[in-house]
């Protein structure tokens, strides 16, 4: 028996036992040595892994055959609370078609016809390179393949945004909030989705994205909800914490567990025989997405999201037939999903089950989005933060 005790996804402790002999249908009670901190100070897991004791025919010593991971009782650790009065001025201006936002080291660009930033540059270096959209779409995987013709019937695949109207509803001396309402819809179709966006932008370069969405009655669940953002070439860094290490889904996370890791964008990637969604991580509660300088853009969740890097769009993997066919972009295509549905059996096996499907009529996503400089803050601190 192998333990670790883990703080926000840092190892601080651990053991083994050596020695456990249990006869079938029987237990025994085992005590592990570790301790509990005095107060809360972080996220605290202990982590079980059982492994082969001997070599056996059919794997080798240290084989892993099982794990269990727990969360600690050790309490929340009370989130620091940003003064607003202490807080960077802003300095905003307005043309027919945008809302310049310009704080001390960035520049924000929001575009009224678009109802979203068209750019977010921190310290002069670009963070996006389109405007970022919201998106149900995913590539269909083989489980997919009947529901998949329900989607597309209702124009799933190619929804686009229509924005009905941009204002800004607030405005102080360190924060913006501009309001969009959009629908998303296709051709002759009525509207997928109704929704209402606010986008605050704080003094310290923080944007607070709180969206309400519904969902029209009688229609198939959606694959997801999120936001979608493509970031420049050379944004290939990625560090979060949630469940990995290899994807996860809502139905598909047994085999993974809660921790902080870190990958490149090409690591992300599932490359399955015929190109599907992938890559997906469940219950994600930060991102960091950086480039090699360590700059880039931290995604932190008022509740915890799916989240997706790739340098390939649902639109590619969904046209493609065969890897081969796959042409990698440079640009780093990030997903921020509310709520992706759970990818089910349905290819040999029964309908996705009703209780991972994104199916309710009416969705609240709130999202934190922090251009970053790894070499300045800890993700941790930032995380442990948050607005009043």
Not at 104 to 131: H, L, P, R, W
Not at 315 to 327: C, G, I, Q, R, W
């Amino acid at each position: 028996l192998n333990w670790k005790v883990e703080k926000d996804g840092e190892v601080i402790d651990q053991g083994e036992l050596e020695g456990l002999a249990v006869a079938p249908h029987k237990s025994r009670i085992v005590t592990l040595p570790y301790s509990f901190p005095e107060k809360a100070d972080g996220r605290y897991f202990l982590h079980i892994s059982y492994t082969l004791a001997a070599d056996t025919a059919w794997a080798k010593k240290g084989h892993e055959v099982t794990f269990e991971q727990f969360e600690l009782p050790v309490g929340k650790v009370e989130k620091e609370i940003i003064d607003l009065n202490n807080m960077p001025k802003l300095n905003v201006t307005q043309t027919a078609r945008e809302i310049i936002i310009e704080g001390a080291d960035f520049e924000y660009v929001f575009n009224k016809y678009y109802g979203s930033f068209t750019k977010i540059s921190y310290n002069g270096v670009d963070m996006i390179c389109s405007q970022p959209r919201f998106n149900v779409w995913r590539a269909p995987t083989d489980n997919d393949r009947y529901i998949k013709y329900e989607w597309m019937e209702e124009g799933y695949d190619r929804l686009s945004t229509h924005v009905y109207s941009v204002n800004i509803q607030s405005e102080s001396r360190s924060s913006i909030t501009i309001c969009c309402d959009f629908s998303l819809g296709s051709f002759s179709k009525k509207p997928v989705i109704r929704a209402k966006a606010l986008w605050t932008v704080y003094g310290t370069g923080d944007i607070v994205l709180d969206t309400k969405a519904h969902f029209r009655e009688g229609l198939p669940f959606l694959p997801r909800f999120g936001l979608q953002l493509c970031m420049p070439k050379g944004n290939e860094l990625v560090e979060f914490f949630g469940y990995g290490p290899h994807e996860s889904y809502i139905d598909k996370r047994r085999s993974t567990w809660k921790s902080r890791f870190e990958f490149t964008v090409d690591e992300m990637h599932e490359n399955y025989i015929r190109p599907q969604e992938n890559g997906s991580h469940y219950s994600t509660e930060w991102a960091a997405v950086t480039n090699l300088l360590g700059m880039g853009l931290l995604f932190i969740g008022m509740d915890d999201f799916s989240f997706n890097v790739s340098h390939y769009t649902p639109e590619d993997l969904t046209e493609a037939s065969h890897p081969y066919k796959l042409k990698r972009r440079d640009e780093t295509i990030v997903n921020i999903d509310y709520k992706m549905s759970g990818v089910g059996s349905n290819s040999c096996g029964p309908e996705l089950l009703p209780q991972y499907r994104l199916s309710e009529q009416d969705i609240s996503f709130k999202l934190r989005i922090k251009p970053i400089f790894r070499e300045e803050i800890s993700l941790v601190d930032v995380v442990n933060t948050q607005f009043p």
